[in-house]
């Protein structure tokens, strides 16, 4: 299968809304980014992340959509994982934008972080787009 490597440069993420360590834990969030594939460039894209209510933020594995403004061949797993390591990267225990540790009943909205990630990966050029 011929693979083509994939660029994803991070720009920037919006904390629609979090409730951190509460019976009613969630978190909706919206990360823009960049992309590079196959030699051409995409700018300006953007996915959403939540968190179940009532999962672990620190824990459980953050829900990512598929990218908005773009349709062709991407390793969803590889994107999925560093989107959610990005965001995990702005906020939490690990965060460099709001540092969370030990706290109850944090509640959060509309937060923006603007922090630059780059990640690149492969991509499966076969692998039919979204």
Not at 1 to 9: E, F, I, R
Not at 62 to 67: D, S
Request: hydrophobic share 30%; glycine share 12%.
């Amino acid at each position: 299968m011929p693979k083509t490597k994939t660029k994803v440069t991070f720009t920037k993420c919006i904390q629609d809304s979090q409730d951190y360590a509460s019976t009613e834990e969630h978190m909706v969030s919206r990360v823009f980014f960049d992309l590079e594939i196959g030699g051409k460039r995409y700018p300006g894209l953007y996915v959403d992340i939540k968190q179940p209510v009532g999962g672990d933020f620190e824990k459980t594995p953050l829900e990512v959509g598929t990218p908005k403004g773009y349709s062709g061949p991407l390793s969803y797993s590889a994107f999925r994982e560093a989107a959610e390591a990005y965001y995990r990267g702005c906020v939490g225990r690990q965060g460099t934008g709001i540092r969370i540790a030990g706290g109850s009943n944090i509640r959060m909205r509309n937060n923006t972080f603007i922090i630059t990630k780059v990640v690149e990966f492969e991509t499966d050029t076969d692998t039919i787009g979204w």
